[in-house]
Nanobody, 124 residues
Framework: QVQLVESGGGSVQAGGSLRLSCAVY????????MGWFRQAPGQEREGVAA???????TGSDSVKGRFTISQDNAKNTLTLQMNNLEPEDTGMYYC??????????????????WGQGTQVTVSS
């Protein structure tokens, strides 16, 4: 049974930084892709950043240049470094993992495994 556990959320002022981590437990095989998603109240969950098995990375236009995704395979950990945060970045952040196939990496339908989420609140 795969389990994803996020940590690192919190409240910051605009322009601040946060670092989110996601620990992966319970599966011996490498992921095809892993991603970070966020969901604001009343809105759909959207892809923020993803990393593929070969090291390729992708991200939404709204976070490019501000957010960086990285993966430590030895530690089974996914990280999202978020800089220059904006109030629009507020939401629940989820990590996701997929062991089958992955195409864009930013679509919720591509992932089978999800964490419980960690809250990020950015005040102006």
């Amino acid at each position: 049974q795969v389990q994803l556990v996020e940590s690192g959320g919190g409240s910051v002022q605009a322009g601040g930084s946060l670092r989110l981590s996601c620990a992966v437990y319970g599966y011996a095989y490498s992921t095809v892709c892993m991603g970070w998603f966020r969901q604001a109240p009343g809105q759909e969950r959207e892809g923020v950043a993803a990393i593929f098995y070969d090291g390729r990375k992708t991200g939404s236009d709204s976070v490019k240049g501000r957010f960086t995704i990285s993966q430590d395979n030895a530690k089974n950990t996914l990280t999202l470094q978020m800089n220059n945060l904006e109030p629009e970045d507020t939401g629940m952040y989820y990590c996701a993992a997929e062991y089958g196939s992955c195409y864009t990496g930013l679509s919720t339908s591509e992932y089978h495994y999800w964490g419980q989420g960690t809250q990020v609140t950015v005040s102006s």
